[in-house]
Protein backbone atom coordinates (compact mmCIF):
# COMPACT_ATOMS: atom_id res chain seq x y z
CA UNK A 1 0.00 0.00 0.00
CA UNK A 2 1.22 3.69 -0.45
CA UNK A 3 -0.22 7.26 0.28
CA UNK A 4 0.25 10.42 -2.59
CA UNK A 5 0.83 13.70 -1.45
CA UNK A 6 0.94 16.60 -3.88
CA UNK A 7 2.39 19.39 -3.96
CA UNK A 8 1.62 23.26 -4.92
CA UNK A 9 4.30 25.58 -5.33
CA UNK A 10 3.43 27.31 -1.83
CA UNK A 11 4.09 23.59 -0.63
CA UNK A 12 7.50 23.64 -2.15
CA UNK A 13 8.24 26.74 -0.47
CA UNK A 14 7.46 25.81 2.35
CA UNK A 15 9.48 22.64 3.00
CA UNK A 16 11.98 21.94 5.42
CA UNK A 17 14.11 20.45 7.12
CA UNK A 18 14.17 20.39 11.30
CA UNK A 19 16.46 18.04 14.16
CA UNK A 20 14.88 16.55 16.65
CA UNK A 21 15.41 15.20 19.79
CA UNK A 22 11.81 13.34 20.52
CA UNK A 23 12.88 11.61 16.78
CA UNK A 24 15.42 10.03 18.18
CA UNK A 25 13.61 9.21 21.60
CA UNK A 26 10.78 7.27 20.18
CA UNK A 27 12.60 4.91 17.74
CA UNK A 28 15.48 4.38 20.03
CA UNK A 29 13.68 3.38 22.77
CA UNK A 30 11.87 1.45 20.45
CA UNK A 31 15.04 -0.44 19.38
CA UNK A 32 15.59 -1.01 23.26
CA UNK A 33 12.37 -2.74 24.22
CA UNK A 34 12.00 -5.06 21.02
CA UNK A 35 14.37 -6.47 22.25
CA UNK A 36 16.38 -7.62 18.98
CA UNK A 37 20.02 -7.66 18.03
CA UNK A 38 21.33 -4.48 15.75
CA UNK A 39 24.12 -4.58 13.58
CA UNK A 40 24.79 -0.65 13.68
CA UNK A 41 23.64 -0.06 17.27
CA UNK A 42 24.99 -2.96 18.63
CA UNK A 43 27.25 -0.99 20.45
CA UNK A 44 24.68 1.94 21.93
CA UNK A 45 22.43 -1.02 22.91
CA UNK A 46 25.13 -3.03 24.93
CA UNK A 47 25.38 0.31 27.00
CA UNK A 48 22.57 1.46 27.21
CA UNK A 49 20.04 -1.28 27.05
CA UNK A 50 20.96 -2.40 30.99
CA UNK A 51 20.77 1.43 32.44
CA UNK A 52 17.34 1.28 31.17
CA UNK A 53 16.06 -1.49 32.75
CA UNK A 54 17.61 -0.61 36.16
CA UNK A 55 15.89 2.67 35.79
CA UNK A 56 12.68 0.83 35.48
CA UNK A 57 12.02 2.49 32.26
CA UNK A 58 11.45 -0.46 30.30
CA UNK A 59 8.15 -0.84 32.27
CA UNK A 60 6.77 2.74 32.49
CA UNK A 61 4.90 5.18 30.92
CA UNK A 62 7.13 5.52 27.70
CA UNK A 63 6.82 1.28 27.48
CA UNK A 64 3.32 1.51 26.95
CA UNK A 65 3.31 4.77 24.64
CA UNK A 66 6.10 3.37 22.09
CA UNK A 67 5.15 -0.34 21.59
CA UNK A 68 7.64 -2.30 19.66
CA UNK A 69 5.71 -1.67 16.71
CA UNK A 70 2.42 0.01 14.93
CA UNK A 71 0.94 3.46 16.20
CA UNK A 72 3.18 6.17 18.32
CA UNK A 73 0.87 8.98 19.56
CA UNK A 74 1.31 11.92 17.38
CA UNK A 75 1.00 13.96 20.55
CA UNK A 76 4.79 12.65 21.42
CA UNK A 77 6.20 14.98 18.01
CA UNK A 78 5.46 17.95 17.92
CA UNK A 79 6.76 19.93 14.91
CA UNK A 80 10.19 21.84 15.82
CA UNK A 81 9.64 25.45 15.13
CA UNK A 82 12.93 26.08 13.81
CA UNK A 83 16.11 24.17 12.34
CA UNK A 84 17.25 22.55 15.80
CA UNK A 85 15.25 21.96 18.03
CA UNK A 86 15.89 21.32 22.05
CA UNK A 87 14.56 18.54 24.06
CA UNK A 88 12.97 21.35 26.53
CA UNK A 89 10.90 22.95 23.91
CA UNK A 90 10.05 19.52 22.65
CA UNK A 91 8.62 19.18 25.79
CA UNK A 92 7.01 22.12 26.95
CA UNK A 93 4.94 21.49 23.42
CA UNK A 94 4.19 17.96 24.69
CA UNK A 95 2.92 19.03 27.77
CA UNK A 96 0.80 21.76 26.50
CA UNK A 97 -1.16 19.36 23.77
CA UNK A 98 -4.55 20.21 24.14
CA UNK A 99 -6.93 17.16 26.23
CA UNK A 100 -8.98 16.22 23.12
CA UNK A 101 -5.73 16.09 20.77
CA UNK A 102 -4.26 13.67 23.70
CA UNK A 103 -7.21 11.54 23.47
CA UNK A 104 -7.83 11.44 20.03
CA UNK A 105 -4.21 10.02 19.82
CA UNK A 106 -4.90 7.50 22.89
CA UNK A 107 -8.51 5.98 20.90
CA UNK A 108 -5.92 5.36 17.85
CA UNK A 109 -3.88 3.55 19.89
CA UNK A 110 -6.20 1.39 21.65
CA UNK A 111 -7.70 0.36 18.70
CA UNK A 112 -4.89 -0.81 16.84
CA UNK A 113 -3.36 -2.50 20.17
CA UNK A 114 -6.50 -3.55 21.60
CA UNK A 115 -6.26 -1.81 24.83
CA UNK A 116 -4.03 0.81 27.18
CA UNK A 117 -1.89 0.18 29.72
CA UNK A 118 -3.22 1.59 33.45
CA UNK A 119 -0.60 4.25 33.02
CA UNK A 120 -2.03 5.27 29.79
CA UNK A 121 -5.59 5.11 30.73
CA UNK A 122 -4.74 7.23 33.48
CA UNK A 123 -3.10 9.65 31.27
CA UNK A 124 -6.70 9.80 29.26
CA UNK A 125 -8.86 10.24 32.05
CA UNK A 126 -6.65 13.42 32.92
CA UNK A 127 -4.49 14.60 30.38
CA UNK A 128 -3.50 17.97 32.19
CA UNK A 129 -2.55 16.11 35.45
CA UNK A 130 -0.27 12.96 33.67
CA UNK A 131 1.78 14.46 30.38
CA UNK A 132 3.97 16.13 33.22
CA UNK A 133 4.89 12.92 34.42
CA UNK A 134 5.56 11.63 31.02
CA UNK A 135 7.49 14.32 30.34
CA UNK A 136 9.22 13.47 33.12
CA UNK A 137 10.04 10.17 32.29
CA UNK A 138 10.98 10.89 28.47
CA UNK A 139 13.42 13.34 30.62
CA UNK A 140 14.98 10.59 32.10
CA UNK A 141 15.64 8.26 29.24
CA UNK A 142 16.95 11.35 27.36
CA UNK A 143 19.73 11.84 30.31
CA UNK A 144 20.18 8.14 30.31
CA UNK A 145 20.54 6.89 26.61
CA UNK A 146 20.56 9.15 24.60
CA UNK A 147 22.14 12.87 26.46
CA UNK A 148 25.68 11.30 26.67
CA UNK A 149 26.12 10.44 23.16
CA UNK A 150 23.94 13.66 21.35
CA UNK A 151 27.24 15.34 20.04
CA UNK A 152 28.24 12.30 17.81
CA UNK A 153 24.54 11.71 17.19
CA UNK A 154 23.90 15.61 16.57
CA UNK A 155 26.76 15.61 13.96
CA UNK A 156 25.13 13.03 11.76
CA UNK A 157 21.70 14.57 11.64
CA UNK A 158 23.41 18.07 10.80
CA UNK A 159 25.83 16.84 8.12
CA UNK A 160 22.53 14.90 6.47
CA UNK A 161 21.12 18.44 6.39
CA UNK A 162 23.57 20.18 4.90
CA UNK A 163 24.34 17.49 2.36
CA UNK A 164 20.67 17.19 1.65
CA UNK A 165 20.99 21.38 1.65
CA UNK A 166 23.57 21.32 -1.03
CA UNK A 167 21.59 18.53 -3.42
CA UNK A 168 18.38 21.14 -3.16
CA UNK A 169 20.95 23.80 -4.39
CA UNK A 170 22.65 22.03 -7.14
CA UNK A 171 19.68 19.35 -8.35
CA UNK A 172 16.49 20.64 -7.06
CA UNK A 173 14.18 19.64 -4.61
CA UNK A 174 12.53 16.54 -7.21
CA UNK A 175 15.84 15.09 -7.01
CA UNK A 176 15.88 15.36 -3.14
CA UNK A 177 13.39 13.57 -2.58
CA UNK A 178 14.00 10.39 -5.04
CA UNK A 179 16.69 9.82 -2.88
CA UNK A 180 15.59 10.58 0.13
CA UNK A 181 14.92 6.51 0.32
CA UNK A 182 13.87 3.79 -1.49
CA UNK A 183 9.83 3.96 -0.74
CA UNK A 184 9.85 7.49 -0.79
CA UNK A 185 9.17 9.37 -4.83
CA UNK A 186 8.68 12.13 -6.73
CA UNK A 187 6.87 12.50 -10.06
CA UNK A 188 4.35 14.41 -11.51
CA UNK A 189 4.43 17.22 -8.65
CA UNK A 190 3.17 14.25 -6.24
CA UNK A 191 5.10 12.56 -3.38
CA UNK A 192 4.68 8.74 -3.19
CA UNK A 193 5.24 6.86 0.64
CA UNK A 194 5.20 3.70 -0.67
CA UNK A 195 4.74 1.97 2.69
CA UNK A 196 2.56 4.48 4.42
CA UNK A 197 -0.66 2.17 4.90
CA UNK A 198 -3.44 5.39 5.68
CA UNK A 199 -4.50 7.81 3.02
CA UNK A 200 -2.84 10.71 2.66
CA UNK A 201 -3.97 14.24 1.07
CA UNK A 202 -3.75 17.89 1.25
CA UNK A 203 -7.07 17.98 2.47
CA UNK A 204 -5.65 15.76 5.64
CA UNK A 205 -2.29 17.48 5.78
CA UNK A 206 -0.77 20.61 6.66
CA UNK A 207 0.74 22.78 4.12
CA UNK A 208 4.51 22.25 3.28
CA UNK A 209 6.43 19.23 4.23
CA UNK A 210 9.11 18.95 7.11
CA UNK A 211 11.81 16.78 6.60
CA UNK A 212 13.64 15.09 9.84
CA UNK A 213 16.83 13.07 10.21
CA UNK A 214 16.87 10.64 12.53
CA UNK A 215 19.63 8.13 13.01
CA UNK A 216 17.39 5.47 14.75
CA UNK A 217 14.60 5.78 12.49
CA UNK A 218 14.99 2.61 10.11
CA UNK A 219 14.92 0.87 7.82
CA UNK A 220 11.69 2.68 6.70
CA UNK A 221 10.61 6.63 7.19
CA UNK A 222 8.16 7.25 10.12
CA UNK A 223 5.44 9.80 8.93
CA UNK A 224 3.00 12.10 11.19
CA UNK A 225 -0.05 13.84 9.88
CA UNK A 226 -1.50 16.05 12.31
CA UNK A 227 -2.89 19.56 10.53
CA UNK A 228 -2.82 22.26 10.63
CA UNK A 229 1.45 21.69 10.83
CA UNK A 230 3.16 20.20 7.95
CA UNK A 231 3.19 16.71 7.48
CA UNK A 232 6.44 15.21 9.03
CA UNK A 233 8.43 12.87 7.71
CA UNK A 234 11.32 10.87 9.28
CA UNK A 235 14.15 9.37 7.06
CA UNK A 236 17.24 6.99 8.26
CA UNK A 237 19.94 9.88 7.76
CA UNK A 238 23.10 9.35 5.77
CA UNK A 239 26.08 8.38 7.52
CA UNK A 240 24.53 5.92 10.73
CA UNK A 241 26.67 3.03 9.38
CA UNK A 242 30.10 4.95 11.13
CA UNK A 243 28.51 6.12 14.11
CA UNK A 244 29.75 4.24 16.89
CA UNK A 245 33.14 3.64 15.00
CA UNK A 246 35.73 4.01 17.72
CA UNK A 247 37.88 7.58 16.41
CA UNK A 248 41.43 7.14 16.38
CA UNK A 249 42.65 9.92 18.09
CA UNK A 250 46.14 11.29 17.15
CA UNK A 251 48.04 14.18 18.06
CA UNK A 252 48.12 13.72 21.36
CA UNK A 253 50.99 15.38 22.11
CA UNK A 254 50.37 18.58 20.81
CA UNK A 255 47.32 18.85 22.60
CA UNK A 256 49.12 17.82 25.45
CA UNK A 257 51.04 20.26 25.98
CA UNK A 258 48.22 22.63 25.92
CA UNK A 259 45.68 20.73 27.80
CA UNK A 260 48.39 18.46 30.04
CA UNK A 261 48.88 15.11 29.78
CA UNK A 262 46.15 13.56 32.02
CA UNK A 263 43.24 15.65 30.72
CA UNK A 264 44.53 14.80 27.05
CA UNK A 265 44.19 11.29 27.78
CA UNK A 266 40.66 11.59 29.54
CA UNK A 267 39.52 13.14 26.32
CA UNK A 268 41.11 10.73 24.19
CA UNK A 269 39.63 8.01 26.24
CA UNK A 270 35.80 9.14 26.20
CA UNK A 271 35.09 7.79 22.50
CA UNK A 272 32.06 6.53 24.33
CA UNK A 273 30.44 7.65 27.39
CA UNK A 274 32.34 6.59 30.74
CA UNK A 275 31.88 6.64 34.58
CA UNK A 276 34.75 8.40 36.74
CA UNK A 277 35.95 4.68 38.01
CA UNK A 278 35.77 3.51 34.83
CA UNK A 279 38.07 5.78 33.09
CA UNK A 280 40.20 5.19 36.61
CA UNK A 281 40.28 1.96 35.63
CA UNK A 282 41.59 2.66 31.74
CA UNK A 283 43.88 5.55 32.48
CA UNK A 284 45.63 3.86 35.75
CA UNK A 285 45.10 7.73 37.08
CA UNK A 286 43.49 7.56 41.07
CA UNK A 287 39.51 8.10 40.95
CA UNK A 288 40.31 11.73 42.68
CA UNK A 289 42.15 13.04 39.91
CA UNK A 290 39.83 11.68 37.37
CA UNK A 291 37.23 13.43 38.96
CA UNK A 292 39.30 16.76 39.61
CA UNK A 293 40.45 16.66 35.74
CA UNK A 294 36.61 16.09 34.47
CA UNK A 295 35.95 18.95 36.14
CA UNK A 296 38.23 21.15 35.02
CA UNK A 297 37.25 19.96 31.07
CA UNK A 298 33.53 20.18 32.19
CA UNK A 299 34.47 23.93 33.28
CA UNK A 300 35.78 24.56 29.63
CA UNK A 301 33.14 23.08 28.13
CA UNK A 302 34.97 20.16 26.48
CA UNK A 303 32.50 17.51 28.50
CA UNK A 304 29.71 16.66 29.55
CA UNK A 305 28.17 14.89 32.54
CA UNK A 306 25.08 13.02 32.78
CA UNK A 307 23.56 10.92 35.68
CA UNK A 308 22.84 7.59 34.84
CA UNK A 309 21.19 6.53 38.41
CA UNK A 310 24.15 6.64 40.81
CA UNK A 311 26.77 6.79 38.47
CA UNK A 312 27.77 9.95 36.73
CA UNK A 313 28.61 9.71 33.11
CA UNK A 314 31.17 11.72 30.97
CA UNK A 315 30.71 12.44 27.46
CA UNK A 316 32.76 14.32 25.08
CA UNK A 317 31.23 17.47 23.37
CA UNK A 318 31.11 18.85 19.91
CA UNK A 319 34.23 21.11 20.63
CA UNK A 320 36.34 18.17 22.57
CA UNK A 321 35.36 16.11 19.15
CA UNK A 322 36.99 19.56 16.59
CA UNK A 323 39.93 19.72 18.69
CA UNK A 324 41.00 16.56 18.50
CA UNK A 325 40.06 15.94 15.12
CA UNK A 326 42.05 19.12 14.12
CA UNK A 327 44.91 18.54 16.37
CA UNK A 328 48.42 17.84 14.38
CA UNK A 329 49.19 14.13 13.46
Not at 24 to 30: H, L
Not at 37 to 66: K, M, T
Amino acid sequence: MSAKLAFSAGDLARMRFAVSPMWEVGPSFRLLSSGAAHAIHRPWIEQVRPRVAAAGLDRGRLAELIPPSGYVPDFLNPAPTGPTSTLAAELAEIVSTPDASVRRDLDRLRHERGGLGPRTEALYADPRARLARVAEEIEAYWELALAPYWARIRAVLEADVFHRARQVAERGAGRLLNELHPSVSWDDDTLRLGRRERALSRRTAGAGLLLIPSVFTGPDPFTRVTPPEPPQLAYPARGIGGLWTPRPVTGTEALAAVLGRSRTLLLSELDTPASTTELAHRTGLSAAAVSQQLTALRDAGLVTAHRAGRVVLYARTSIAESVLTAAPR
